[in-house]
C-alpha cells in the first residue's frame, strides 16, 4: 500500500457520515482527486468527462445519485462536514470534523497531484 493510500484511509476513516437528503446531489460538480483516488474509479471515456465538464457536473453523477459512493473523493466526502463546505439543503453529522483534521486534509489536498473527475 502507498503512503498516499494510506493517508487516504486514515481521512476516510476520520471525515463524520450522515445521512443525505434521499437522491440529491446538489454538491456533486466538477471535482479534483489525488490520482489514488481516481486509480480507484471505473474508466470514463473523454466524451463522458467532458460532457460531464460541460454540464459543470462529474462523470460519475447517475440518475440515481454518485455511482462511485464508496470510492467517492475526500473532497465529496468533507462537504457538509464543516461550516467551510456547509450543505446547501442544512444536512451534516451531529459532530463535524475536527478542524486539525480538516486542515491536514486541505493541506494532503493542495501537496498531492488532483486531477480532474
Ligand atoms: S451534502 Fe447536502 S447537498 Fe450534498 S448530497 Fe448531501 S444533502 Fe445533498
Ligand atoms: S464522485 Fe460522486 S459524490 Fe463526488 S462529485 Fe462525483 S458524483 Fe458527486
Known amino acids: 500500500m ?4 494510506q493517508v487516504i484511509r486514515f481521512f476516510r476513516a476520520r ?3 450522515f445521512e443525505c437528503t434521499p437522491g440529491c446531489h446538489d454538491c ?3 471535482v479534483t482527486a ?3 483516488e481516481v486509480s480507484r474509479l471505473p ?3 473523454e466524451q463522458e468527462h467532458d460532457r460531464a465538464l460541460e454540464a459543470l457536473s ?4 447517475g440518475s440515481n445519485g454518485c455511482q462511485v459512493y464508496g470510492e467517492r473523493p475526500l473532497i465529496c466526502r468533507l462537504f457538509g462536514t464543516t461550516p467551510s463546505l456547509p450543505c446547501p ?5 451531529a459532530v463535524m470534523i ?9 493541506y494532503f489536498l493542495a501537496n498531492t497531484r488532483q486531477v480532474l473527475l
Open 34 to 36: 489525488s490520482s489514488e
Open 2 to 5: 502507498t503512503k498516499n493510500s
Open 58 to 61: 462529474c462523470p460519475y453523477l
Open 89 to 93: 439543503n442544512g444536512k451534516g453529522p
Open 28 to 30: 456533486c460538480g466538477p
Open 15 to 17: 471525515i463524520p457520515s
Open 43 to 45: 474508466v470514463k471515456s
Open 98 to 106: 475536527a478542524p486539525e483534521i480538516e486542515r491536514q486534509i486541505h
